[in-house]
């Protein structure tokens, strides 16, 4: 699958940040709505693979993680190349951090991809395992 791709690279500096992090976020969830080109369905949880998924279009956007001690590490986000730039990775991460805190899990975010996310939406912030598993 071509596209933007993400992997263990260095992450952003929210990892600077959360020695002082101690004060989690409260308060609902924001709405991850959107205006974007085509057919989108709902981020599925695909266990079997350990991964979530956006079908956009007939084509899968993907983030994938292990689990572990009541964590999600994510490791990897991909886009497909003609999705890019329409807001379908945010959506992605979006839903899936949705699913994590239904579920009271904690994540870890190995991938720069969902780091970024997660420093761009400090919100989400309290999700942040701080004693990382791995």
Do not use: W
Not at 80 to 92: M, V, W
Request: contains cysteine; glycine residues 12%; proline residues 5%.
């Amino acid at each position: 699958m071509a596209g933007r791709r993400c992997g263990n690279r260095a992450r952003p500096q929210l990892f600077d940040k959360l020695a002082g992090a101690q004060d989690p976020r409260a308060g609902p969830i924001f709405q991850r709505e959107g205006v974007f080109m085509g057919e989108i369905d709902k981020v599925e949880h695909n266990e079997g693979e350990s991964r979530y998924e956006l079908n956009v279009d007939s084509q899968v956007a993907i983030a994938d993680y292990k689990r572990r001690d009541g964590a999600l590490l994510f490791t990897h986000t991909q886009v497909p190349a003609a999705l890019e730039g329409q807001g379908i990775g945010s959506k992605l991460i979006g839903g899936a951090l949705q699913d994590a805190r239904s579920k009271g899990l904690k994540v870890v975010p190995l991938c720069a991809f969902v780091a970024a996310y997660l420093e761009r939406h400090p919100e989400e912030q309290d999700l942040l395992a701080v004693d990382a598993p791995g």
